[in-house]
Nanobody, 127 residues
Framework: QVQLVESVGGLVQAGVSLRLSCAAS????????MVWFRQAPGKEREFVAT????????YYADSVKGRFTISRDNAKNTVYLQMNSLKPEDTAVYYC????????????????????WGQGTQVTVSS
């Protein structure tokens, strides 16, 4: 099992950057692929980015590709989401999740495929 805790998000203006982190408990963090999802009001939770266990492979939603970067530090049991050029449509609650399998197929990059979740952190981007 793994327990996940996200850092505090924030209220930022459009165009700025923000970095989220997600700290994991346990000694098996490096065995898990990590994923960031987000959920805007009235919408389903959607995939944002994923990274494999070693950090050598990443995959992004089209809506954030080129603006967001996912990374991890296995020595610190932490995964990061660097968000640049933020837009109002990035406003959402952001969640990190973990799974033993690294998925890149849209069939599996869905919230109900993941058993381990953080509590979520609010990111609000004003125009």
């Amino acid at each position: 099992q793994v327990q996940l805790v996200e850092s505090v998000g924030g209220l930022v203006q459009a165009g700025v950057s923000l970095r989220l982190s997600c700290a994991a408990s346990g000694r098996t963090f490096s065995m898990y692929a990590m994923v960031w999802f987000r959920q805007a009001p009235g919408k389903e939770r959607e995939f944002v980015a994923t990274i494999n266990w070693s950090g050598s492979n990443t995959y992004y939603a089209d809506s954030v590709k080129g603006r967001f970067t996912i990374s991890r530090d296995n020595a610190k049991n932490t995964v990061y989401l660097q968000m640049n050029s933020l837009k109002p449509e990035d406003t959402a609650v952001y969640y990190c999740a973990a799974d033993r399998t690294y998925y890149t197929s849209s069939s599996y990059l869905k919230a109900d495929e993941y058993d381990y979740w953080g509590q979520g952190t609010q990111v609000t981007v004003s125009s």
